[in-house]
């Protein structure tokens, strides 16, 4: 079972060439025709930070000079990783095409949506970077962290991702139902709020998970080191994600090209 | 040494309605007792593969014949490995190139050129591979500067042949072909024929869906009698075609 799951996931990784084209292809595809291009994700992306920003910023009495860093921060990495989720969930159905035409291996499908949701995170950076460099760095000592953190969070997207897309091609209801779950997750999750503002019921944010996944990535850009806990709790789901989605994948894997 | 190996084979198709395709329906169904109210479960099972027992070597060229239904495409996509069998099994070694549909899987929106190393990708060739044979697949399509605009500006034709030049440029050890004839206009028609040919003489085995006769007899050495998901009859060309046209 494990083993049919790992070679599957060799071969796709050894074909990066053929999912990072199929990944590019789709981002280039959704903008084509226009000047801007993928920049147009970057001035949407900054259009929406400025507006909940002044608007949430002046509701919660915050600075603007250390707020909008961080909702920034916070929207750009939770769209990376709900796209990822939700585009993973529809990854197999709509790559029908392809898995009736060839015996490829399956999970490029998955990795494609990670690479796609990656070169659309580079774009929206930008914003990122132009409001870090106007407010100032708050620590370049744990800048560096960020690295691994995004790494560890890109890792717990792909497996959520792929359990997603595998029952989802089984179950045709389920993207919309995945789709409802991580508007609620955004409102539940300290992103455009911080986790200390919720003192009555703070319980929401101790005991979310995609709390401590968002503060893995969002506190080394802020100049703040992730807690022990948080790295914790993101490792221990990357470990227990990873055994469940590969062992659903070794099972069902065979049955894929029947669902779609 | 390349070789296709089928034992006892079988394959079920399921085939789901909107109610199967439900996780709500399937979590509501679980706690009832009565299923009667329910009628079905949306699951209808079809048996497109019934126990087939098949052993194709290499020199094999094997003309896929049977009515419309039969499980010739099925076939042809558990070979390739598409779809594994329900039961039963499939063994195979050498490189199989797949030619089902062949205008599936490009993409409309890039140009001709990115569509032959996507597709080349596909078909598993190597990137050195697509590169060196690019010229070569460009030239065969015979659409010059057209290659430079994107796919949604061709006519049906235009695609079919750039698939066609593209899939057939793939180095196969074995051939899975279903009805690839019926390309383009008539010089094309001709010049994909030769290319048939010639892939037919490069690879060690060629299994070949087909709905003209006189075709198979021509390419073929061997031929597969398919009815209803089963082997009808497995032997030399002209013994097993005619018996087919007899029955037809």
Redo the contacts between chains.
């Keep these: 079972m494990f083993s049919l799951a790992f070679n599957d996931l060799k071969e796709s990784v050894a ?1 990066w ?2 999912w990072t ?2 990944g590019w ?1 789709e981002v ?2 959704r903008y ?1 025709r226009s000047r801007v291009g993928p920049f147009w994700l970057t001035i949407s992306t900054g259009v929406l930070i400025g507006s909940i920003g002044m608007v949430y910023g002046t509701l919660f009495g915050q600075k603007l000079s250390d707020y909008l860093p961080y909702l920034a921060i916070s929207l750009v990495m939770w769209g990376t990783f709900s796209q990822t989720i939700i585009e993973g969930s529809t990854a197999y159905i709509n790559s029908t ?8 291996p399956k999970l490029i499908f998955m990795l494609q949506v990670v690479w796609r949701n990656l070169v659309i995170l580079a774009h929206n950076f930008l914003i990122v970077l132009l409001l870090l460099a106007i407010f100032g760095v708050k620590s370049w000592e744990t800048l560096p962290v960020f690295i691994p953190a995004l790494i560890l969070y890109m890792i717990n997207a792909l497996w959520i991702a792929m359990v997603a897309g595998l ?1 989802s091609a ?5 993207p919309q ?1 995945i789709a409802a779950i991580m508007q609620i997750a955004f409102y539940v999750t300290p992103i455009i709020f911080r986790p200390t503002a919720l003192n009555r019921f703070s319980l929401i944010v101790r005991l979310n998970p995609l709390a401590h996944l968002i503060e893995l990535v969002r506190a080394p850009l802020i100049g703040e080191w992730p807690t022990p806990i948080t790295w914790a709790v993101a490792i221990g789901m990357a470990v227990f994600g990873w055994i469940f989605a590969l062992a659903l994948t070794g099972r069902y894997l ?1 049955r894929i ?3 779609v | 040494m390349a070789y296709i190996e089928l034992k006892g084979a079988t394959l079920d ?2 085939i ?1 309605d909107v109610q199967g ?4 329906k ?1 979590v509501l169904r679980m706690g009832r007792r009565n299923t009667i109210a329910e009628g079905t479960d949306g699951v209808v099972v079809v048996r497109a593969i019934n126990n087939v027992d098949l052993r194709l070597e290499k020199g094999d060229r094997i003309g896929l014949i049977g009515r419309n239904g039969a499980g010739k495409s099925t076939l042809l ?1 558990m070979m ?5 069998p329900t039961h039963g099994s499939v063994l195979s070694s050498g490189k ?1 190139v ?1 030619l ?2 062949i205008s ?2 490009m ?4 140009t001709g050129m ?1 569509n032959i ?2 597709r080349g ?4 060739m190597s ?1 050195t591979e697509i590169r060196a044979k690019q010229q070569s697949i460009a030239e065969f399509s015979e659409l010059g500067d057209y290659l430079d605009l994107p796919l949604r500006t061709y006519s049906s034709g235009m695609r079919v042949r750039l698939a066609f030049a593209v899939s057939t440029a793939v180095d196969a050890e074995i051939l899975l072909l279903d009805e690839v004839m019926g390309v383009g206009d008539a010089s094309f028609m001709h010049k994909a024929q030769d290319r048939l040919a010639d892939l037919h003489s490069r690879a060690e085995i060629v299994v070949l869906a087909m709905h003209s006769n006189s075709e198979i007899r021509k390419v073929c050495n061997k031929a597969l009698w398919m009815e209803r998901g089963n082997v009808r009859a497995f032997g030399p060309v002209e013994e097993v075609v005619s018996q087919y046209e007899a029955q037809d």
């Design positions: 074909s060439r053929l084209l199929l292809l280039r595809q084509a095409a392809y898995i009736r035409q060839a015996a490829t029952l089984r179950f045709r209801d389920l139902i065979k090209p029947y669902w | 198709l399921p789901y395709r439900s996780l709500k399937t996509r390739a490995g598409i779809y594994s199989i797949p089902l549909d599936l899987g993409d409309e929106n890039s990115q190393r996507l990708l596909l078909l598993g990137d």
